[in-house]
């Protein structure tokens, strides 16, 4: 899953997920040392998590679930939302 930023805002979780979601393409080293190209196929089955934020405060209310899972859907990404209860949701410092 992904976090959304310490601001409380959404956009980097969402960028992640549809990111992290699609197939990539990229230059590695093999356990032989010999350079490959490495493909994968994405992962379908990722999340946002609501952690809370500096500008935002806790982010763990239902209507805040139902704006991200809005934003998801508007996105077509899969409406996968986890809370975390520490960092900005926890008010401690």
Do not use: W
């Amino acid at each position: 899953g992904f976090k959304n930023g310490t601001d409380g805002k959404l956009q980097v979780a969402i960028d992640a997920v549809m990111a992290v979601s699609q197939g990539h393409s990229f230059l590695s080293v093999t356990k032989q040392g010999i350079v490959a190209i490495v493909r994968t196929s994405g992962n379908p089955s990722c999340h946002v998590i609501l952690r809370g934020g500096s500008a935002t405060g806790p982010n763990y209310s239902a209507e805040h679930v139902r704006e991200a899972k809005a934003v998801l859907e508007k996105k077509k990404l899969p409406g996968r939302i986890m809370i975390d209860c520490s960092h900005g949701n926890s008010n401690k410092d």
